[in-house]
């Protein structure tokens, strides 16, 4: 069965709003298979977001990934991947759906879309190479 990794990223830890994420994951019909909380380093975070190196805003964002606590869960069922993207709403907080994560919980801080509360894999492919660094135990 499918797997997804969902990331509640810094400003929904502190904000906490933890519960209420994975909650709405749950309720739609997802099992939790795993859950940890950590604060991510620089190595492991350059991993996770090699395909932006190089981008204008791929610095900023590792240092705000970086700045505190992080929630990683893996998601399970079938086509969890497009159902979690489906819940987390549009990239920009501020414009992202009401009744989404983003639209009802986000909004712009003063980083534009940095700060948009989590992250989910967009393919299987993808979800696979970041279960195996987030989980690499
Ligand atoms: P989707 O847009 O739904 O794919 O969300 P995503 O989280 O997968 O976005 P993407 O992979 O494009 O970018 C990764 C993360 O980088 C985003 O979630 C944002 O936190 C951040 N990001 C993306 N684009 C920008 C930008 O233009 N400016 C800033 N400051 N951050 C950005
Ligand atoms: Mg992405």
């Given amino acids: 069965t499918e797997r997804t990794l969902v990331l509640v990223k810094p400003d929904g830890v502190s904000r906490g709003l933890t519960g209420a994420i994975l909650a ?8 939790l298979a795993a859950l940890e909380q950590l604060t991510p380093g620089r190595e492991l975070l ?13 610095e900023p964002l590792l240092e705000f990934m970086a700045s505190g606590p992080v929630v990683a ?46 992250h989910g894999s967009d393919s299987p492919e993808s979800a696979e190479r970041e279960i195996a660094i987030w989980f690499s135990a």
Avoid: M
């Fill in 73 to 118: 869960a893996i998601f399970e069922g079938e086509r969890v991947i497009e159902a979690f993207r489906s819940l987390a709403g549009a990239t920009d907080p501020t414009v992202a759906a009401p009744g989404t994560i983003r639209g009802d919980f986000g909004r712009d801080w003063g980083l534009k879309v940095q700060q948009n509360l989590v």
């Fill in 24 to 31: 709405r994951v749950e309720a739609k019909g997802y099992r």
């Fill in 46 to 58: 350059a991993e996770h977001y090699a395909e932006h190196e190089g981008k204008p805003f791929y």
